[in-house]
């Protein structure tokens, strides 16, 4: 006989470990989203893996209860699948900055998400390098000052959500710090789709990028009727650079990484591999 369902409250995920990040930093916003969204979907901490890089958004899993990991700087992806890899039946979740996730760690997003590993990836982006001391990063806007940009950004930003629908992420996010509950859910969205989930968070940096008076104006919802399938309209949303989209702009199902890992096992088991004598034969 199975025992009883064991369900945590929110509280219940918080470890001793307190947040030291800056009063109204965006980052405990996106954490409260995450502790309701584990108890909402009852994901026991035993069955739960939390992996971070470096930025003040690294400091994540050890604020919650769970299996963690605080890697090096930009290799929350590959320490991820590695965890999925080894054990297919543990939750993971992987966050990280901008920086982390868009500069040194940029090129294991697309590998990532053509892999299509069963986990979530929240990007915490507050378009700043928060944590030394407010130097521009990958999704800074152009002409942006800062201590390393002291006469403006010259350079483009990039875009996360069209970044990850053209490598071929099979759920693409976004959501906003100051939007608990709609990020909750989203979140929870995430966590749900089988396969690589992409969810970026605009998480405003109260010391160094203070948007909050800038983003509200600029928040829309993905339309109701958007067809999440849809890989050239949810392009459309992600291009659409004068609004901040807010919602699930692709989603559609494919072989997770897993899966495949899975039939190639299945046939290895099932071949009649050579024996050594014949191999060594070959040379000899």
């Not at 080894?86 to 760690?105: C, E, R, S, Y």
């Not at 999440?228 to 989603?251: I, P, R, S």
């Not at 495949?260 to 024996?275: C, D, F, L, N, Y």
Request: charged share 15%; proline share 8%.
């Amino acid at each position: 006989m199975s025992g009883p369902v064991v369900s945590l409250t929110p509280q219940e995920y918080k470890t001793e470990e307190h947040p030291i990040w800056c009063p109204g930093c965006g980052d405990f916003g996106v954490l409260a989203s995450l502790y309701q969204s584990l108890s909402a979907l009852n994901i026991l901490p035993k069955d739960l893996t939390v992996i971070s890089g470096i930025g003040c958004s690294g400091r994540t899993p050890g604020f919650v209860k769970s299996y963690g990991f605080h890697v090096v700087h930009g290799r929350v992806l590959p320490v991820s699948l590695g965890v999925k890899a080894a054990n297919p039946k543990l939750t993971v979740i992987g966050v990280g900055g901008d920086g982390d996730g868009f500069a040194i760690g940029g090129g294991h997003l697309p590998h990532a998400s053509r892999r299509n590993p069963d986990m979530t990836y929240i990007i915490m982006d507050n378009a700043v390098y928060g944590l030394t001391k407010g130097q521009y990063s990958p999704t800074s806007p152009t002409g942006y000052q800062a201590g390393s940009t002291p006469y403006g950004n010259t350079e483009q930003p990039l875009n996360p959500l069209a970044m990850t629908i053209a490598y071929g992420a099979t759920f693409v996010g976004q959501g906003y710090s100051g939007k608990p509950k709609e990020l909750t859910q989203l979140i929870n969205r995430a966590i749900e789709h089988k396969g690589f989930a992409f969810l970026n968070v605009i998480s405003p940096c109260i010391t160094f990028n203070n948007t909050y008076k800038v983003i509200p104006a600029k928040l829309k919802e993905v339309p109701a009727d958007h067809d999440v399938t849809n890989q050239a309209k949810a392009f459309e949303l992600a291009l659409q650079n004068d609004v901040v989209q807010l919602g699930v702009l692709y989603q559609v199902r494919k072989p997770t990484f897993e899966e495949g890992m899975h039939q190639v096992i299945t046939k290895a088991q099932a071949a009649s591999p050579p024996r050594l004598d014949e191999i060594f034969s070959e040379f000899s």
